[in-house]
């Protein structure tokens, strides 16, 4: 895990990113956060964990109608609650994208605002041009944060079984662990159920014998036989 006071896991793994870069490397981000697709390039990609697909250059335009160099803007317009980005009051991606295709970016929709046709959207430009501008540093990620560790620190190398499973316990990622057969000494793992033995359709369970007092010990009574069940067979229901 790589982390570094006062910055956040977006910055780091945008810096990250722009060293390997630099290094003359690619960068597959595994992501599919709308905040990371401003670094989208040449060399630098996003991966869907969930749909497993890789998200470049058209896969965003397609998404937001802006390529990645413009997703800083679409942003700054369009907000984003969920990180108390507060964006322009009334404008969605779409109006975000419009706005954009036209004038090309956040400074340019703001410069054109008083020359707009009057509207509710004219006047939310206009009201919060400032808030615009302040959501735009917001959603700007620092890709000269510091690197904790140096790249080279970071090279695909065999885990250490033991911190790997220490991590892999603490976290609860236990299919991985059975997955990697990691699990560690038996005493560690669950008890196994005994699954109980299933009756074949239309039997009964077998019943225990019953003991007879012969006044010399204990024998076995021979067992009554109950008269055989009809069987059923599979009928549709039709709720």
């Known amino acids: 895990m790589v982390e570094a006071p006062d910055w956040e896991a977006d910055d780091l793994i945008a810096a990250y990113a722009r060293a390997a870069v630099r290094a003359g490397g690619e960068a597959l981000i595994i992501s599919s956060d709308k905040d990371l697709m401003q670094l989208i390039g040449p060399h630098i990609q996003l991966l869907d964990p969930i749909k497993e697909k890789p998200i470049g250059r058209e896969a965003v335009i397609e998404k937001f109608g802006v390529p990645p160099e413009k997703m800083i803007d679409l942003q700054a317009l369009m907000g984003d609650s969920t990180d108390n980005v507060p964006g322009v009051p009334g404008i969605g991606p779409k109006g975000a994208a419009q706005l954009l295709a036209?004038?090309?970016?956040?400074?340019?929709?703001?410069?054109?605002?008083?020359?707009?046709?009057?509207?509710?959207?004219?006047?939310?430009?206009?009201?919060?041009?400032?808030?615009?501008?302040?959501?735009?540093?917001?959603?700007?990620?620092?890709?000269?944060?510091?690197?904790?560790?140096?790249?080279?620190?970071?090279?695909?190398?065999?885990?250490?079984?033991?911190?790997?499973?220490?991590?892999?316990?603490?976290?609860?990622?236990?299919?991985?662990?059975?997955?990697?057969?990691?699990?560690?000494?038996?005493?560690?793992?669950?008890?196994?159920?005994?699954?109980?033995?299933?009756?074949?359709?239309?039997?009964?369970?077998?019943?225990?014998?019953?003991?007879?007092?012969?006044?010399?010990?204990?024998?076995?009574?021979?067992?009554?036989?109950?008269?055989?069940?009809?069987?059923?067979g599979l009928c549709h229901d039709p709720r």
Request: net charge positive; aromatic share 2%; glycine share 6%.
């Open 102 to 232: 036209e004038y090309g970016d956040l400074e340019a929709v703001l410069a054109a605002a008083p020359a707009m046709k009057p509207s509710k959207r004219r006047d939310a430009l206009l009201a919060h041009a400032e808030t615009a501008r302040l959501s735009r540093a917001l959603v700007t990620l620092r890709d000269d944060a510091p690197l904790p560790l140096p790249l080279e620190a970071l090279t695909l190398r065999e885990p250490d079984p033991a911190a790997l499973r220490a991590w892999l316990t603490a976290q609860g990622f236990r299919s991985i662990l059975h997955r990697l057969g990691l699990e560690g000494d038996a005493t560690h793992r669950p008890a196994e159920k005994k699954e109980a033995k299933r009756e074949g359709p239309g039997e009964e369970p077998e019943e225990p014998e019953e003991k007879e007092n012969t006044g010399r010990g204990e024998r076995a009574a021979p067992r009554q036989r109950r008269p055989p069940r009809a069987r059923r």
